[in-house]
């Protein structure tokens, strides 16, 4: 508008988290955190803004931070049931997901130039009434799940949106004295969830036993972006799942569940190694091996007692004496001190023959590949899709490593010359 027609925007309570002191039609300490305050703009030709402040020499704590100001097309935070949406996803350009008519919004997607055809955007909701832990950090109490037709081949943006007042009950959650959780909705970061058994990938954190884990930290991964009611996180990835809200843990950078840093089972020589570390897992009474052949009905191997001080990095060791031949998969039951447990995913061991060759973990994440052989290893090889060679490393014995921290994500194959021949691997270096 002109200068001669400034208006207030908005009246006490209006909005979200508009301005809440009716006396001095301003903002009072009421809410001293970082967090979304939003009002529709008057429709008019053209808009101009101010913010008016005012100072009491009497108070002490007065004072107004405004860390950015966004102005977007409104599309307010779907609070529903939980619910699905499929459409088609390509282009260079943000495809909204609305649920019940546009400006009900649960996720966008920018598909960077890529055609993902028709992609489904599922939206799950807890009503127990309680939020949500695992072990030793809350989560949010809305997850998503994204589901495209087409993997994409380069990474892919992603905008997952939540309401303010779930941030807040986030924030403020109790009944774990041992957990961790976001000290405001600006330190939120995402844990992604990729399993190959699409029926894992739902409201339900406690069956996700078979597949990868992946942290999206706050702010460097994650932005956190003011949106109407809410807010929406937005990140990059390379393949879709499940995406969770927390806030990383202690240490701000590990995913659900936080218990379980690795799971690894490998040949050795005619037995099969498993190895697993956790961190920070001073709720956990034991873990129970458990072992298929046919990865649908699993017995108990062995159980192994967690460390007494559960705090910190801890190391396990487990020798299966007793590799079947064909496939062997291994899981743990991961049993905490009130009784209740969770399983770690899946991992399998070929026992068909003296050759097995076992490369882990894909995706690579943590910069490290590992080869484990039952024969000795002669040379490692890394190429590129075109098959140019990125590195190359000289080897011997039955358990090596390739360092690939310095290499691009992407696509690439692993070729691992033995004594008794060769194989080639695809791998995916996230």
Not at 79 to 87: E, P, R, V, Y
Not at 146 to 153: E, G, L, M
């Amino acid at each position: 508008t002109d200068d001669s027609t400034w208006i207030k925007l908005g009246s006490v309570g209006s909005g979200t988290n508009w301005y809440d002191n009716s006396t001095r039609q301003a903002w009072q300490l009421s809410y001293p955190k970082w967090h979304v305050s939003s009002y529709d703009v008057p429709a008019a030709p053209k808009v101009r803004f101010r913010i008016v402040m005012s100072s009491d020499p009497a108070t002490s704590y007065e004072g107004v931070g405004v860390d950015d100001i966004h102005v977007f097309d409104k599309a307010t935070v779907y609070t529903g049931a939980s619910d699905s949406l499929t459409q088609s996803v390509s282009g260079n350009s943000w495809i909204d997901f609305d649920l019940g008519g546009t400006g009900n919004r649960i996720a966008s997607i920018n598909p960077n130039g890529q055609d993902l055809g028709a992609t489904k955007v599922k939206v799950f909701f807890n009503q127990t009434g309680t939020v949500r832990y695992d072990k030793t950090q809350y989560y949010l109490d809305r997850n998503i799940v994204i589901q495209p037709a087409n993997a994409p081949a380069s990474p892919v943006s992603v905008r997952f949106y939540f309401t303010d007042n779930e941030a807040k009950t986030l924030t403020n959650a109790t009944g774990c004295g041992t957990c961790t959780t976001i000290a405001d909705a600006y330190q939120s970061g995402v844990t992604q969830f990729s399993s190959a058994n699409a029926s894992l990938e739902d409201g339900l954190f406690t069956n996700d036993t078979s597949g990868t884990f992946l942290f999206h930290l706050p702010h460097s991964d994650v932005s956190i972006v003011p949106n109407a009611n809410g807010y929406y996180a937005e990140y990059q990835v390379n393949g879709f799942s499940e995406f969770w809200i927390d806030n990383g843990g202690p240490a701000n950078a590990i995913p659900l569940p936080l218990t379980l840093l690795s799971f690894t089972a490998v040949r050795s020589g005619y037995n099969g190694l498993l190895q697993w570390s956790t961190s920070d897992a001073a709720g956990v009474s034991r873990f129970i091996i458990e072992k298929s052949t046919d990865n649908l009905h699993f017995t108990a191997l062995d159980s192994l007692p967690a460390a007494v001080d559960g705090s910190g990095l801890n190391n396990y060791l487990y020798t299966d004496t007793r590799v079947a031949e064909g496939p062997n998969y291994y899981r743990l039951r991961i049993v905490d001190q009130d009784g209740q447990y969770s399983w770690s995913p899946i991992r399998t061991i070929d026992g068909s023959g003296p050759g097995g060759i076992t490369i882990y973990p894909n995706p690579v994440q943590n910069g490290n590949l590992y080869i484990s052989t039952t024969v000795n290893t002669q040379q490692i090889r890394l190429m590129d899709v075109s098959g140019k060679t990125i590195l190359q490393v000289e080897t011997q014995g039955y358990l090596n490593s390739l360092p690939v921290g310095a290499v691009n994500r992407g696509i690439y194959f692993v070729e691992v010359i033995t004594d008794t021949g060769s194989t080639i691997q695809k791998i995916l270096v996230e």
